[in-house]
Every structure is written in structure tokens, then in C-alpha cells.
């Protein structure tokens, strides 16, 4: 059982109760015995008067509605300002989520992190981070109505899990190959029927953007003579990705039909489709597939661009130069935090009268014997 007691002041507001004022959320000692009864984890936002950031944070939960609800239906909300000693309390059992400020944590029932990080989430990614961990949470919190046992389909909980890690990792295929399978059972469904679905809906809404956006910059591409080639690679990538999306991958397909037929293009398109192929191959650890790919391209279409860009690449790969990697998610929306300095305790009357006598003795010494007096600070 999460047992913390440290005096917080008193302040309860009822489960149910929006947050229009996200200032007098409840407090821990309310809050945990809320948590304990209800299951739902309790989610603290850190923040702190001085920082921008974390009045813009407190401002979205005073005045969006879905937040507020996303925030009541699903979590015990509480308040802490890191200048204070309460949220050196928290920190010192849950550990500080990052280098800036606001801070949000989720602690389940029991004491478990279930997440914490550094800066809030803009847009809608505040909304999916709620919805996310209220999934991750279980039947007891996902559930959107019905009976206290109707919960998340845990399968599809893992689904999203992994989806959103792979989108994170930018491993959009494998992220596709995940979500695909959910796509038709999301679709036929009139509306979500707990939080796991809603947030399946969003996750397949933003590989469907991006599958798109990835199909405009394809198209705009084609369209400029001198950039057709990379056209098609960029055309061949999205269809690797996105293709398997129903909402994305006949449109690829309709693009490319476009321009089979032509000799020309005919050429591109099977020298873009290998080299995409050596690229699907790149591996960290190994890339002699996708060197093997890129030489087979050199061999079949000499003196072409695509024999040059297969040539280039090979020089790269034995240089060391790896696919790109994913780089760490910056935290935005931050401000630095220092933790608060910690006054010196106030001296006691003893502490006082012995510094004092100290003091007169340092000044005789300093007067009589110089050389002694230069010890006299040590003590």
C-alpha cells in the first residue's frame, strides 16, 4: 500500500468533480485514499508559479473539456509545487521525471510508476498520453461505461503498446503490421467502446496522416522533372510503410499505375523498387543484404542514376555510416529545474553562546599569538 504523510494541506474535492481549477486539485493524503478505493492511479502534475510552461499545463486543464474529462473519468488529479518540501517528499519515493519543469507523473493504486516524464505533451499529445496510460492501467480505469468488469480488449491494449513504441523508434512498417490487424474491428464499431479503442482510432488517424503527408511529398516530387527519380524512391518508400493501411496504400498503388507503361518511367520504377529494397535491408549490425541489393542494381542498370545513388551508398555503408537513428525526444515545453536549496538549520542558544566565546578568544588570539589565531576558524 503507498503510504505517504507529510501534512499536506487540506483541501478534497469530490472524485467526480471536473478540474476548473486545477490549483486546488487534491492533495496526496485525499488522494491516495481516493486511489485505494477507486483503483484509478493518481496523476500529479509538478509545476511552479515562475515557469511559463507550467501555466500554459495548468491552463489546458482548466479549459479543455476533454482533458478535464479524460483527467476525472480516469485519474485521481493532484497539484504539487516543486519549491516545496511536498514535492521533495514525492520525488524522493517516485525520483524526479526529468531535467525541466512542468513535471507529470502516473502512479498506480499500489505505488507503481506507470509514467512520468519531463514537459507536457502539445496538442493532442496530452490527450493520447492520458488516454495511453489509462489503458496501460487496466479494465478497473480504461473503461468508458457498463458493467465494473467490461474492460479493454488486452490484446489490443499490447497492440497499441507496441504500435506507439515502433511510431517512437520510427519503425513505421513494423507500427503498421501491429495496428493493421484492428483496423477493420475499429471500423465496423460505431463508436470506441473504452479508452484502448479510442486510442487505437487515434494511433491508425496518425499513421494514416503521415502515410499521406508521406504521398504528397512523393507526388510533388514527381512533378518536377529533375526530381522524378526521387519521386518514385520517395513513392516506393511510402508504399513499404504505408501500404498495408487501407486508407493510404490504394492511393500509392493508383500513383504508381500512373506511371507504369512508360519506358522510361518503366526503368526507374524497378531500379527505385530494388534500391528501396536495399534500404528496407540496412541494418545497424549488418548490411551486407542490403549491399548485395545495392551492387545487383550497379549490375543491371550501369551508368544510371540509380547505379550512382547504389554506389554512393555502398561507400557510406563501408565507412561506417549506419541508418539513422533514432534521436532522444527532446523535452519540450520545459523549463530547467534545480531542486531548492535547503536553509541551514537556525543555531540553538548553546550554538550561539559557544560561537560567540569562539569569537572573543579568535580576537585575543589574533592580538597575542598571530600564528595560533590562524587555527581558530577550524573550530
Given at each position: ?172 512498417p513494423q507500427a503498421v503490421e501491429v495496428i493493421v490487424p484492428y483496423a477493420d474491428q475499429i471500423k465496423e ?161 548553546e550554538q550561539r553562546e559557544k560561537a560567540t566565546a569562539d569569537l572573543k578568544m579568535a580576537n585575543l588570539y ?14
Amino acid at each position: 500500500m503507498m503510504r505517504v504523510r507529510i501534512g499536506w494541506t487540506v483541501a478534497v474535492l469530490a472524485a467526480s468533480l471536473l478540474v476548473t481549477d486545477y490549483a486546488k486539485a487534491q492533495v496526496l493524503d485525499a488522494a491516495v485514499v481516493e486511489s485505494q478505493r477507486t483503483g484509478k492511479p493518481i496523476l500529479a502534475i509538478c509545476t511552479s508559479e515562475s515557469c511559463p510552461p507550467c501555466r500554459a499545463l495548468k491552463q489546458r486543464f482548466a479549459t479543455d473539456s476533454e482533458i478535464q474529462q479524460l483527467a476525472n473519468t480516469h485519474f485521481v488529479p493532484i497539484n504539487l509545487d516543486v519549491n516545496t518540501p511536498d514535492f521533495q517528499t514525492w520525488s524522493s519515493k517516485f525520483g524526479v521525471a526529468g531535467k525541466g519543469i512542468p513535471m507529470i507523473y502516473f502512479v498506480s493504486s499500489t505505488g507503481e510508476v506507470l509514467h512520468k516524464q519531463s514537459g507536457a505533451p502539445s496538442g493532442q499529445g496530452l490527450n493520447r498520453l492520458l488516454l495511453q496510460v489509462a489503458a496501460q492501467a487496466g479494465p478497473a480505469v480504461a473503461k468508458q461505461g457498463g458493467d465494473a468488469n467490461d474492460g479493454p480488449d488486452k490484446e489490443m491494449v499490447a497492440a497499441v503498446r507496441e504500435a506507439n513504441q515502433l511510431i517512437t523508434e520510427r519503425k513505421i512498417p513494423q507500427a503498421v503490421e501491429v495496428i493493421v490487424p484492428y483496423a477493420d474491428q475499429i471500423k465496423e464499431a460505431a463508436k470506441p467502446k473504452h479508452a484502448a479503442e479510442k486510442l487505437l482510432v487515434q494511433v491508425i488517424a496518425k499513421l494514416n496522416r503521415s502515410g499521406e503527408a508521406s504521398l504528397r511529398a512523393a507526388k510533388k516530387k514527381l512533378k518536377d522533372d529533375e526530381k522524378q527519380f526521387f519521386g518514385l524512391l520517395a513513392l516506393m518508400k511510402t508504399k513499404r510503410e504505408f501500404g498495408s493501411l487501407p486508407a493510404v496504400g490504394p492511393k500509392v498503388d493508383g500513383e504508381l499505375d500512373v506511371y507504369r507503361g512508360d519506358p522510361k518511367m518503366e526503368s526507374w520504377l524497378v531500379q527505385a523498387e530494388m534500391i528501396d529494397d536495399g534500404r528496407a535491408a540496412e541494418n545497424p549490425e549488418d548490411n551486407d543484404d542490403a549491399v548485395a541489393k545495392y551492387r545487383k542494381v550497379i549490375q543491371a542498370y550501369p551508368d544510371t542514376i540509380g547505379s550512382k545513388l547504389c554506389s554512393m551508398r555502398i561507400e557510406q555503408l563501408d565507412a561506417g555510416e549506419t541508418p539513422a537513428e533514432t534521436q532522444p525526444a527532446s523535452e519540450p515545453n520545459t523549463v530547467p529545474y534545480e531542486p531548492p536549496v535547503q536553509p541551514e538549520p537556525e543555531a540553538s542558544p548553546e550554538q550561539r553562546e559557544k560561537a560567540t566565546a569562539d569569537l572573543k578568544m579568535a580576537n585575543l588570539y589574533v592580538k597575542s599569538w598571530p600564528d595560533m589565531a590562524a587555527s581558530m576558524p577550524k573550530r
